[in-house]
């Protein structure tokens, strides 16, 4: 991966929303993609679906698109961000909890082995960040992550966090909401880490981030209402929870939904199987100089199932080296 | 209460949207509600919050207004309208379910006593529920809710319960729409039966419904991807749930909020403790006439700390039947 200077401009754009006007406006909606099939699938299918006087027009109002965020949005590799963050709070807690010295999964974490405490799967990771997540008002951690997202760097790149989003999905996002479409994020990761940040960075506001939950409690404390954020797990919004996550917070089946892993089969699968034009576009993780390949048989982002379900089925996969001319806004163009 | 024929243009209004356009439009934005405190508070915040210059100003993207159903938006006297939809249901699910003879609440029901299968409260009433919506698929009971709300009748009026909707919070609805407030429905009901109708008549889509569900699954049947309602309670979105329910939807707290029992003034509270301006308004029900007189003993709908908290703290109470010039839209003028 090559750093380049390019990221101040960036950073402006998104933070000032400027990126919708600017990509609608020039003549290519989606400048960072290169011309191919996936690049025309994504113009048919707007074209499609918003041409008014097109046999297969949605009305605005139906026109939902879902986002899966790790690996589909911004990158996941070497660890999840969300992990990133559970590190970094079991080390701030550790304190607290002379018990986390021999307890695991935080005794890996501390002792830096994370492979270690990653070897639970999905759940395991859910359970740690439910663990680490706990004990806070709803409003003490929309701060603590706040605060952590504004300096916490990437370990590889040595950027913000915020700047590891991919430059063309953002110009993907910016296009379909410029076509009418409410753009979703449906993430395993944890609603209340995303939401701070969501629409800052992907002009995607609260109402519209779909996540993993653990319970809250609605408490008055000294006759201030607080929700407390409790050690208990609420909602797992991965693989068959997706199709259910999107149901309780959208109550539409989306018109197209984007993925890059086989904990996003089930989303696509759920769009595809409604009436009229569906849209379900895997990214594929090919580029090992400007970002990471992998892909059947990785621990993170592991696609393999549904490489071979998008194959049979026609589903559009991303070729990040060939398709993608820029993967990130800080690239040198 | 009088049944007049006017319900064709209210329900042509609704159904076209035209409301929103309509009302603006008009000198007077509120014009079943007649001059009083009650309008005067909701035009003076509205104002306040979102005229450009005002000290007060919040932005488009934070208007968020939250509106309890049952008693609030539409009538729940003499029964809540889905505890009717369940009695219809129970009876319609008989034939398949012989032990319902003396298994309560199922047998009180069955035997026409209502009164006796409601002695449970809230609780038991969402169990009802739950054991007469579950194991059916997403899809299905949609249709099933679809087809009863088009045909089912209110047993006093005999009007569609499509009908028997406040036709001054119908303007509010539009009014604060108007003025880029987003609006959304925080009912103790279900979620799933508010969606089939709720944009149709209220002009809130599924996605701004939040309500009360049980567990559905994802599941391949033959192939083909469905959501399985599970006979399992999976959130209460009653009393302290709302909030709850509040955060996991929208991740914003309301800047106003509506309601009309005990069972909304968690949410009430919730909204008021966010700083600046924040509105909290009850709908007192005191019009024997043309709706239903009933609060501080009422098993349905009570309003009893409520409505000290709302002396207490200043909130803005509606007296049905001064404020509102009309009730319903099928009123004669």
Same mark, same amino acid.
């Given at each position: 991966?090559?750093?380049?200077?390019?990221?101040?401009?960036?950073?402006?754009?998104?933070?000032?929303?400027?990126?919708?006007?600017? =990509?609608?406006?020039?003549?290519?909606?989606?400048?960072?993609?290169?011309?191919?099939?996936?690049? /025309?699938?994504?113009?048919?299918? %707007?074209?499609?679906?918003?041409?008014? /006087?097109?046999?297969?027009?949605?009305?605005?109002?139906?026109?939902?698109?879902?986002?899966?965020?790790?690996?589909?949005?911004?990158?996941?590799?070497?660890?999840?961000?969300?992990?990133?963050?559970?590190?970094?709070?079991?080390?701030? =807690?550790?304190?607290?909890?002379?018990?986390?010295?021999? =307890?695991?999964?935080?005794?890996?974490?501390?002792?830096?082995?994370?492979?270690?405490?990653?070897?639970?799967?999905?759940?395991?990771?859910?359970?740690?960040?439910?663990?680490?997540?706990?004990?806070?008002?709803?409003?003490?951690?929309?701060?603590?992550?706040?605060?952590?997202?504004?300096?916490?760097?990437?370990?590889?790149?040595?950027?913000?966090?915020?700047?590891?989003?991919?430059?063309?999905?953002?110009?993907?996002?910016?296009?379909?909401?410029?076509?009418?479409?409410?753009?979703?994020?449906?993430?395993? /990761?944890?609603?209340?880490?995303?939401?701070?940040?969501?629409?800052?960075?992907?002009?995607?506001?609260?109402?519209?981030?779909?996540?993993?939950?653990?319970?809250?409690?609605?408490?008055?404390?000294?006759?201030?209402?607080?929700?407390?954020?409790?050690?208990?797990?609420?909602?797992?919004?991965? /693989?068959?929870?997706?199709?259910?996550?999107?149901?309780?917070?959208?109550?539409?089946?989306?018109?197209?939904?984007?993925?890059?892993?086989?904990?996003? =089969?089930?989303?696509?699968?759920?769009?595809?199987?409604?009436?009229?034009?569906?849209?379900?576009?895997?990214?594929?993780?090919?580029?090992?100089?400007?970002?990471?390949?992998?892909?059947?048989?990785?621990?993170?982002?592991?696609?393999?199932?549904?490489?071979?379900?998008?194959?049979?089925?026609?589903?559009?996969?991303?070729?990040?080296?060939?398709?993608?001319?820029? %993967?990130?806004?800080?690239?040198?163009?």
């Amino acid at each position: 991966m090559k750093a380049g200077t390019g990221h101040v401009v960036g950073m402006l754009m998104a933070a000032a929303g400027g990126i919708v006007t600017g =990509l609608v406006e020039a003549a290519d909606a989606l400048p960072s993609w290169n011309e191919g099939a996936a690049k /025309g699938a994504i113009f048919q299918f %707007v074209d499609r679906t918003t041409r008014a /006087g097109s046999p297969d027009f949605v009305p605005p109002d139906e026109r939902v698109a879902v986002f899966d965020n790790d690996g589909t949005l911004w990158a996941e590799q070497p660890l999840y961000v969300q992990l990133q963050f559970v590190i970094d709070r079991v080390r701030a =807690l550790a304190p607290r909890h002379p018990e986390w010295r021999t =307890l695991e999964p935080f005794a890996s974490i501390l002792k830096g082995d994370v492979r270690a405490a990653l070897a639970g799967g999905e759940r395991a990771l859910a359970e740690l960040a439910m663990a680490t997540h706990a004990g806070t008002t709803s409003e003490e951690f929309e701060t603590i992550v706040s605060d952590w997202i504004a300096t916490a760097k990437h370990p590889v790149t040595g950027r913000p966090y915020t700047e590891m989003v991919y430059r063309p999905m953002l110009e993907l996002l910016a296009y379909l909401r410029a076509h009418g479409f409410k753009t979703y994020i449906v993430s395993g /990761g944890g609603i209340e880490f995303m939401r701070p940040w969501s629409a800052r960075i992907y002009g995607v506001p609260p109402e519209q981030v779909i996540g993993s939950s653990i319970k809250t409690r609605f408490e008055l404390r000294e006759g201030r209402p607080v929700l407390v954020r409790l050690p208990e797990l609420n909602f797992i919004d991965e /693989g068959p929870g997706k199709p259910v996550g999107i149901q309780t917070h959208v109550g539409r089946r989306p018109l197209a939904a984007f993925g890059n892993s086989d904990g996003d =089969l089930q989303m696509l699968e759920w769009t595809a199987a409604g009436p009229g034009p569906r849209f379900c576009l895997y990214v594929h993780h090919t580029d090992a100089a400007r970002e990471w390949a992998y892909d059947r048989t990785s621990s993170i982002g592991r696609l393999d199932k549904g490489l071979d379900e998008a194959k049979t089925r026609g589903w559009t996969v991303v070729d990040m080296k060939t398709d993608w001319k820029r %993967v990130f806004e800080f690239e040198s163009r």
